[in-house]
């Protein structure tokens, strides 16, 4: 099976920054996409931004111009350096990937998720 762990989380001041890291471990052939979410109390999980493997990223509006989302392809690691936080940033953000597994002779895709990391945006 393959593991995510995700850090980089914890309180900030409105405006301050973050970047927040996930790295996937375990039997891996390749990633098609990498991406993160968060989800605040009471409120639907949301896609915050993804990248694909032509690198190609998409962002939600809500965080377009703020944050930016990379990635590590040898270490398995995906980004997240969010700046000029705000208090509606806050939310439990996830990493997921997308990662190529082959099953019995063929070749798919399976998502995989991180533990969540909280994101508190306070003063």
């Known amino acids: 099976q393959v593991q995510l762990v995700e850090s980089g989380g914890g309180l900030v001041q409105p405006g301050g920054s973050l970047r927040l890291s996930c790295a996937a471990s375990g039997s891996i052939l390749s990633i098609n996409a990498m991406g993160w979410y968060r989800q605040a109390p009471g409120k639907e999980r949301e896609l915050v931004a993804a990248i694909i493997s032509g690198g190609i990223s998409k962002y939600a509006d809500s965080v377009k111009g703020r944050s930016t989302i990379s990635r590590d392809n040898a270490k398995n690691t995906v980004f997240l350096q969010m700046n000029s936080l705000k208090p509606e940033d806050t939310a439990v953000y996830y990493c997921?990937?997308?990662?190529?597994?082959?099953?019995?002779?063929?070749?798919?895709?399976?998502?995989?998720w991180g533990q969540g990391t909280q994101v508190t945006v306070s003063s």
């Open positions: 997921n990937f997308a990662v190529v597994r082959v099953v019995a002779g063929i070749v798919r895709s399976y998502d995989y």
